[in-house]
């Protein structure tokens, strides 16, 4: 899917007709992919613009900063660079507010779909801890299972508290380790069991499997989603 530049409020040509058109033909990729149930990064994507435009809106010193800059001149002496600010023209800033405001509701308008597919597939997930628990939560296995196929992929994760800007936050990193055909022999426990024999490091670790009867693409919907609940369900 093509992305949204970063900064593509002030790249190139600053006309609302041009950037409406650059809007709506990336949002037009996001709604194929959304149905399609394919939710990341999209809905990541679409949370970053709309933040990065909330932030413009309410500091516009920070949108100066961000605008192309003219060479007028150099200082031979001390080699400074002497900048013309094109935010100084009143009808650029018209120009750009009126963007940031058609923006701001077409973005969160994408994203409310986006949730809503999220909160779908959630509400399709069942998590379920395997064997005795240990009391350390933090780092494990999980088993995911989909849609009436019999295969369960195997990840390891390891949770983990940051902070940023007095806030905190939890982040759930995987890594894949298997593919197992589930049956009678190779049950939830003895994959468990199996693993614990093959993966010395951690003798005791925490399980859980989490499953869904219907089918979604897997890294773009179900592994993300799979967790984002496995660290709320830790979290409680």
Known sequence: MNKLSETWIVDGTIDFEVKKYTLLAYLQKVKECFDENKIYPQLSDLFFHYNNLTSLKSNKNYLKEQFPKRLTGIQIENLELIYEEMI?????MLEIEEIMHYATQRFKNAIS?????CSFVESKLAINPIGIMPLKLDE??????????HSTRVYSYRLTLFERHSEKYRSLSTT?????????????ENIKLNLIKVQKNMPHPAVYAIETELSFPLEETLLPVAKRTLVQHISK
């Open 113 to 117: 779909v986006g949730n809503e597919i």
């Open 176 to 188: 894949f380790i298997s593919e197992w055909e589930r049956n009678f022999v190779n049950s939830y």
């Open 88 to 92: 100084a023209d009143n009808t650029l």
């Open 140 to 149: 494990g296995y999980f088993f995911l299972s989909a849609g009436k196929k």
